[in-house]
Every structure is written in C-alpha cells, then in structure tokens.
C-alpha cells in the first residue's frame, strides 16, 4: 500500500512525469476532464469510489457543465504523497476515455 509521507517537490515532479495528464504542486495535484457529459462523469465518479475504497484515500471530486476535476491531496499530512499518486494512477484507468483532459 502507498504510504502517506509529503513528497519533496523533485519526487513529485518524477512522478508527474509518468502521469502527463495530471498538474500541481506539493500542496495538491488534480486532472481535468473536459468535454463529458453529465451521465459519464457520474459514472467515473462511481469507478472512483471504488478506488477510493480500495485505497481509504478520499478525493475532491467536482462535477460542472462539461467538465469533471479530480484533486488529490493527503489531508492528514497536508499535501501530496505515495497514496496520491498511486490514486492518480488508478483513476487514469476510468478518466482516459472519458473526455478532454485539460
């Protein structure tokens, strides 16, 4: 299981790189789709309470008009560890097809 220590910006920055579709810093890190409609992101939204389960690592999830955002942040520890980005991973399984990433 990932564990929950903060990243150090250089690490964070090499895990980005395995996950192009992802943005941010050491505080948080998020992908947006864009260009879903509103039955797709609920479904992806469900897809990702299954991993959300799996990992007991809760993301913020926003639904709007045409677009669904996934944050990623380790609230305990108060920014971005293992768990975030194993999560990441994860969730690229169900948001790849899903629409525009932005």
Known sequence: MARRILLNPDELSDALEELPEWAGDVHGIHRRVKGIDFRSAARCVTALADVAEELDHHPDVEISYGNLTVHLITHSVDG???????????????????????
Do not use: I, K
């Open 80 to 102: 971005v560890t293992e768990l975030d980005v194993e999560f990441a991973r994860r969730a690229d399984v169900h948001l790849d097809d899903a629409g525009e990433t932005a």
